[in-house]
C-alpha cells in the first residue's frame, strides 16, 4: 500500500455528466505516486427512493474545491476517473485532470455561520407569508441560505426582500436585501443555494442593524468546517418553513 503524502478535507461541488450539481463534503488525499483520492458520503435519497440503494457519483463528475488560507484563495477543478468502492460508509473515488480555476474570490469577505432565528419577506409578494430560518451564513455585506426547491420561483435575481433578525436576547431589526445569486443548486439536497447582498442603506454605521450584525458575527460568528457525515448543503439544516407572517 502506497503511503499518504496529505489529507485534508474540501467543501467541494459536484456536476454529473447528466448536468446535475449538488453539494459534498470530501476529504482529499495524496500518496506518494501522487495519486489523488477523494472520500465522501453517499447522497441520501428522500421517500420511497430509500427502499433502493442509492449509486456512486458517475464516472467524469467534475469535482471543483476550494482551498483557502488567510489571504489566499483557490478554486481547482478535476474529474472522477475511477469508483474505488466503499469503505466505513464513504465511497473512494480517484481524481484527474487537476487544474487551477481561479485564483481570487468574488467575496471581499469571508461568510460566517451565525445561529440566529431570521425570516425572509419578499417585498413585492402580498402573499403575507414569509421564509423562517435558524441560522444563516453572513458577513457585513451579505447573507447566503438555503431554500428547498419548491420556493425556487419565488427568488428572483434583483428582487428585494426584508430580512428581520430576530435574537432572543435584544429587540429584532430588519435590512433589505437584493438577490445577487438566485439558485445555486443542489440536488443531493433536494434545494438551491441563495444568495443576497445588503443594500447599503440599511447598514449605515451609525444605524441599529450595523451595530447588531456586528455584534453576531464577533459573538457567533464561526467559519464552516466539512462535516463528513452530513452530506448534501451545510445551510440546509437551518431552513425552517414557510408560514403565514401574522402566525409567526
Known amino acids: 500500500m502506497k503511503r499518504e503524502f496529505d489529507r485534508a478535507l474540501f467543501w467541494v461541488k459536484i456536476e454529473t455528466p447528466g448536468s446535475k450539481f449538488g453539494f459534498l463534503p470530501g476529504e482529499l488525499t495524496i500518496d506518494e505516486s501522487n495519486q489523488i ?3 465522501s458520503p453517499r447522497a441520501n435519497r428522500n421517500s420511497f427512493i430509500k427502499l433502493f440503494p ?5 464516472i467524469d463528475t467534475i469535482v471543483s474545491l476550494v482551498f483557502q488560507d488567510k489571504q489566499l484563495f483557490e478554486l481547482w477543478s478535476c474529474e472522477i476517473t475511477t469508483y474505488l468502492g466503499s469503505k466505513d460508509g464513504y465511497d473512494i473515488y480517484e481524481l484527474s485532470s487537476i487544474k487551477q480555476e481561479m485564483t481570487s474570490s468574488e467575496r ?12 425572509l419577506e419578499s417585498n413585492k409578494s402580498k402573499l ?12 457585513m455585506n451579505g447573507i447566503g441560505l438555503w431554500l428547498p426547491s419548491f420556493v425556487k420561483n419565488r427568488i428572483r435575481l434583483d428582487e428585494e426582500f426584508t430580512l428581520t433578525f430576530e435574537p432572543k436576547e435584544v429587540e429584532h431589526f430588519s435590512v433589505t436585501v437584493k438577490c445577487i445569486r438566485p439558485h445555486s443548486e443542489d440536488y443531493i439536497s433536494k434545494g ?3 444568495g ?6 440599511s447598514m449605515e454605521e451609525n444605524k441599529l442593524a450595523f451595530i447588531r450584525i456586528k455584534q453576531l458575527l464577533e459573538a457567533r460568528g464561526r467559519m464552516h468546517k466539512p462535516n463528513l457525515s452530513l452530506p448534501g448543503h451545510y445551510l ?3 431552513w425552517q418553513g414557510e408560514f403565514i407572517k401574522e402566525l409567526c
Open 37 to 39: 483520492t477523494l472520500r
Open 54 to 58: 442509492s449509486k456512486p457519483l458517475p
Open 108 to 119: 471581499r469577505e469571508e461568510r460566517f455561520n451565525v445561529d440566529i432565528p431570521i425570516t
Open 128 to 139: 403575507g407569508k414569509v421564509f423562517k430560518f435558524s441560522g444563516c451564513e453572513l458577513n
Open 192 to 194: 438551491f443555494y441563495a
Open 196 to 201: 443576497f447582498e445588503i443594500i447599503k442603506d
Open 236 to 238: 440546509s439544516t437551518f
